[in-house]
């Protein structure tokens, strides 16, 4: 273990104002700590664990914290992508599509750098208005079912990619998702992640007027979860609720809750999500929130 792993676990721990014999008592030896710290030994991964148990901090902040709490390569390219996609910076993106599939020519079997570059090319044509080949959606979705867990990475360019998904597979992504994924949801961080994601395949249901599915997408939802109680506190979820009740012929009842719904982001001070909700409002509904 990098020497850099010990002089991190020195700073968090006297950051947490533990001493020595704190952080280690029924773990290891004082001395045995001593020498990791100052990088003159490494611990066995079994103890480094009850050690950041100690101190409350988790592996990965430990390891986010390790290097410097810079992005690592892949954290980087998607902060990178949604940036130049909330910017609408075209230029930046199809830079990106340039480096990644450069890369994906030396990747061998990986297919990470190919990902990559197809979800920058949807990001693309969800600037420009445009539609993604069919083989690229059809390469991302043999990736998705080829793998037995759904972590950060799958979830980070999912989002991306569902717009351009074939509708009547939503459902089965969904299902898969909340099965692949299970263990990584049941954290609350990356559960407000999997929130995101789960929201953006119900819209897009809701855009293709898959309005069955939605309502099963709705019912998939495991209540008293991490992934249920970030939903919950979710102005968007309220609103798409409210479109399908729209869509689905209570006119009157979906557009009341979706002007509640409104008014409760207004009086939590939060423009910018007012007027990302009347615009999601008025994409689904085809309809404006507020008539003259």
């Known amino acids: 273990m990098s020497s850099k792993f010990g002089t991190t676990f020195r700073t968090l721990r006297q950051g947490r104002h533990l001493s020595l014999s704190e952080a280690c008592q029924g773990i290891m030896t004082k ?7 100052n990088g003159h030994s490494t611990i066995l991964f ?3 664990l009850p050690l950041l148990n100690r101190l409350h901090i988790t592996f990965s902040e430990f390891l986010h914290a390790a290097n410097d709490y810079a992005w690592n390569a892949n954290g980087a390219f998607f902060r990178d992508l949604t940036n130049a ?12 599509i340039r ?4 890369a994906a020519e030396g990747e061998s079997d990986l297919r990470f750098h190919q990902i990559n570059a197809i979800t920058a090319k949807c990001v693309l044509a969800l600037l420009k208005k445009t539609e993604v080949a069919g083989t690229d959606i059809q390469f991302v979705i043999d990736y998705l079912f080829d793998q037995d867990n759904w972590m950060q990475y799958e979830l980070s360019f999912l989002r991306y990619v569902i717009p351009f998904y074939p509708p009547d597979r939503l459902l089965l992504l969904t299902k898969t998702m909340l099965r692949s994924g299970r263990e990584f949801l049941s954290l609350g961080g990356n559960a407000d992640f999997g929130a995101e994601t789960y929201l953006s395949i119900l819209a897009t249901m809701l855009d293709n007027g898959c309005l069955a599915d939605a309502k099963s997408a709705l019912g998939m939802i495991e209540p ?3 992934l249920s109680l970030s939903l919950g506190s979710s102005l968007n979820l309220k609103e798409l609720e409210a479109v399908l009740q729209y869509l689905s012929g209570e006119r009157e009842k979906g557009l009341a809750e979706c002007r509640r719904v409104v008014e409760t982001a207004s009086w939590l001070g939060i423009d910018w999500e007012i007027g990302q909700l009347n615009d999601q409002w008025e994409d689904l509904t085809r309809q404006a929130l507020y008539g003259d």
């Not at 001395?31 to 710290?37: I, N, Y």
């Not at 996609?85 to 990106?96: A, E, G, S």
């Not at 480096?99 to 450069?102: L, P």
């Open 31 to 37: 001395s045995a700590l001593s020498k990791f710290e």
């Open 46 to 48: 079994e103890n480094l």
């Open 85 to 96: 996609y909330l910017n609408k910076n075209q230029v930046t993106v199809m830079k990106m």
């Open 99 to 102: 480096q990644e599939t450069a």
């Open 224 to 226: 008293n979860t991490a």
